[in-house]
């Protein structure tokens, strides 16, 4: 066989680019069976994207919906006494520890004491029902990031005139009048007293009753709530800081302020939402990470099908690799050639990967109003891992040609 009747691809010392020629070509001409075996890195690539982007999805919606309760908010209740103490005389918090700590402490921007009383209340037709009342300032609106879908809130005038008027939940106002709308100017007897309801509301987040806020609530001024109790006692103070950072804090100064102004064997829970929404942040980046994990399997499962097909491959070339060591190609060459094709095949699927897992959730956010978070960085990672395992499960087929014998390839039928 002379030089000239030898392909270029065939001849010792070739060079980089001409090594990636023939791998282009050689995948140009096993096309069905190239793609098959790209199918399982487009679809680990893809998915490792679409993982991250579930994963950070999910993580800004948690986030989304515990800030939207309030990060800025502190809270005050009453526990009872320690342990060992009895709790025959307690020591509840009153409006005056309110306007303490809003002396003592920097930074308060509204608050708002609670008080609760439950009602069986007239709610026309001859019906009765089961409303729990709670006594709050017009601040409470601010402080419990509320969500007035008809009529107004209660202001300073309607305080300090003790009008009597309230606003009911959404839920109840459907379920008792049968809109929102229909409610505003009913009137609702609190043992005989006629309150007019100026609007409804609703929580920012549901916290599903676990809060104060049930579904059959009605606010009223707490200056009118003074009205219905003996002792000026509250159940709960609320207090919203001007920035998150203030709010940790805040809060070990409200306790101090507040444990200052009653007996020590009281025990009073100053809390806010800043640990909760550390650790939720936490359980998102870690689900995130597992999930990312699980993807990876997919990956290597597919650079075990890279591997098998290579190995194959180099069965069904043995002489081809005869006649390309006959003519003077090192095992070097012959190792990079079949290095040079795994790795391809491995950045094809990885590309057309990233090119589905990016149009997914960009498409979401064309086509919607939701603002899908798309990571950069994992389209970056996928790539980098479609190449590593490119790599890593093309040496063993691509060593294994290198060592092939070439007087013994060339006899290969």
């Known amino acids: 066989m002379t030089a000239a009747l030898v392909p270029k691809s065939f001849r010792p010392n070739m060079a980089f680019g001409e090594i990636i020629t023939f791998a282009y070509d050689t995948f140009c001409s096993n096309k069905v069976r190239f793609i098959l075996t790209a199918l399982g890195m487009v679809i680990g690539t893809a998915s490792l994207i679409l993982v991250v982007t579930i994963g950070m999805t999910g993580r800004q919606y948690v986030l989304a919906q515990i800030q939207a309760f309030g990060t800025n908010e502190v809270s005050a209740e009453y526990l009872g006494g320690a342990p060992h103490i009895s709790n025959t005389n307690p020591d509840p918090l009153t409006v005056d520890d309110l306007r303490a700590v809003q002396l003592a402490v920097p930074g308060i921007i509204a608050s708002s004491p609670v008080t609760q009383l439950s009602e069986r209340v007239p709610v026309g037709n001859g019906k009765e029902k089961d409303v ?127 444990q200052s102004r009653h007996r020590a064997e009281s025990v009073y829970d100053v809390s806010n939402l800043t640990a909760f929404l550390s650790m939720a942040d936490r359980i998102a980046t870690g689900l995130t990470w597992v999930l990312l994990l699980i993807s990876m399997v997919t990956l290597v499962v597919s650079g075990i099908g890279i591997m098998n097909i290579m190995l194959a491959t180099v069965t069904s070339r043995i002489r081809e690799i005869g006649i390309r060591k006959a003519v003077g190609a090192t095992n070097r060459e012959i190792r990079f050639q079949f290095l040079a094709e795994a790795i391809l095949i491995s950045l094809i699927g990885g590309f057309v990967g990233i090119v589905i897992g990016l149009a997914i959730p960009y498409s979401v956010r064309f086509l919607t109003e939701y603002h899908v978070p798309i990571s950069g960085w994992s389209a970056i990672i996928a790539i980098i891992v479609s190449s590593v395992v490119g790599v890593i499960f093309g040496t063993v087929p691509a060593a294994r040609a290198a060592q092939l014998d070439p007087v013994e390839s060339l006899r290969y039928e």
């Open 132 to 258: 729990t009342i709670l006594g709050v300032d017009p601040e409470y609106l601010q402080v419990r990031n509320l969500i007035i879908p008809t009529g107004r809130f209660f202001d300073q005038e309607d305080s300090q005139a003790h009008n009597k008027v309230g606003l009911i939940t959404e839920k109840m106002a459907i379920v008792v009048y049968g809109s929102p709308q229909a409610a505003i100017g009913k009137v609702i007897k609190l043992t005989g007293l006629p309150f007019t309801i100026i609007g409804t509301f609703k929580e920012r987040v549901d916290t599903f009753g676990q809060s104060e806020i049930v579904d059959d609530t009605m606010l009223i001024p707490y200056s009118v709530s003074r009205y219905f109790m003996e002792v000026p006692h509250v159940k709960l103070l609320y207090f919203s800081m001007e920035d998150p950072s203030m709010v940790i804090p805040a809060t070990a100064q409200i306790k101090r302020v507040l």
